[in-house]
C-alpha cells in the first residue's frame, strides 16, 4: 500500500481538491451569486477597515456558505449517478442539501447585518450630519 503522507501523495490531494472547488465554480450556477456577494463583503470589509475578529467573523460566515454549496454540489452528484428515476429518498437527501445552503446563507446575512451596521452607522452619521 502506498504511503499517502508523502510529499506527492498531499500535492496530489490538494491537486483533486482544486480541481473539485473549480468544477463546482464553473458548473454550479449558485456560484454565480454566492462569490460576487462574499466580494462585496470582503470589500466593505476592506473599505470599513475590520479589525482581526470582525475578519475572522466574516470569514467563518462566508466560508459556511461555500463549503456548504460544495457539500450540496456533491450531494447531487452523486445523486445522479445513483439514479436517474425519481427516488424518494434521494429527493430528500437533495432537498436537506438546499436546506442546508439556505440555512448558512441566512445565518451569514444575519452575521453580516451584526458586523456591518455599526461601522456603516459611523461611517455614514458624519455624512448625515452635514
Given at each position: 500500500m502506498?504511503?499517502?503522507?508523502?510529499?506527492?501523495?498531499w500535492?496530489?490531494?490538494?491537486?483533486?481538491?482544486?480541481?473539485?472547488?473549480?468544477?463546482?465554480?464553473?458548473?454550479?450556477?449558485?456560484?454565480?451569486?454566492?462569490?460576487?456577494?462574499?466580494?462585496?463583503?470582503?470589500?466593505?470589509?476592506?473599505?470599513?477597515?475590520?479589525?482581526?475578529?470582525?475578519?475572522?467573523?466574516?470569514?467563518?460566515?462566508?466560508?459556511?456558505?461555500?463549503?456548504?454549496?460544495?457539500?450540496?454540489?456533491?450531494?447531487?452528484?452523486?445523486?445522479?449517478?445513483?439514479?436517474d428515476?425519481?427516488?424518494?429518498?434521494?429527493?430528500?437527501?437533495?432537498?436537506?442539501g438546499?436546506?442546508?445552503?439556505?440555512?448558512?446563507?441566512?445565518?451569514?446575512?444575519?452575521?453580516?447585518?451584526f458586523?456591518?451596521?455599526?461601522?456603516?452607522?459611523l461611517?455614514w452619521?458624519?455624512t448625515?450630519?452635514?
Amino acid at each position: 500500500m502506498k504511503n499517502e503522507m508523502t510529499p506527492r501523495g498531499w500535492i496530489r490531494k490538494f491537486g483533486l481538491a482544486f480541481s473539485g472547488l473549480s468544477w463546482a465554480i464553473r458548473t454550479e450556477g449558485s456560484f454565480a451569486v454566492h462569490l460576487p456577494a462574499a466580494a462585496l463583503a470582503f470589500s466593505g470589509a476592506a473599505l470599513l477597515q475590520f479589525n482581526y475578529v470582525r475578519w475572522s467573523i466574516l470569514v467563518l460566515a462566508v466560508g459556511s456558505v461555500i463549503v456548504a454549496e460544495l457539500l450540496n454540489t456533491a450531494i447531487e452528484c452523486l445523486a445522479k449517478a445513483v439514479d436517474d428515476q425519481p427516488n424518494e429518498h434521494i429527493r430528500v437527501a437533495l432537498d436537506i442539501g438546499s436546506a442546508a445552503i439556505l440555512t448558512s446563507s441566512l445565518f451569514a446575512v444575519v452575521v453580516g447585518f451584526f458586523l456591518f451596521w455599526q461601522p456603516l452607522w459611523l461611517w455614514w452619521s458624519p455624512t448625515l450630519a452635514n
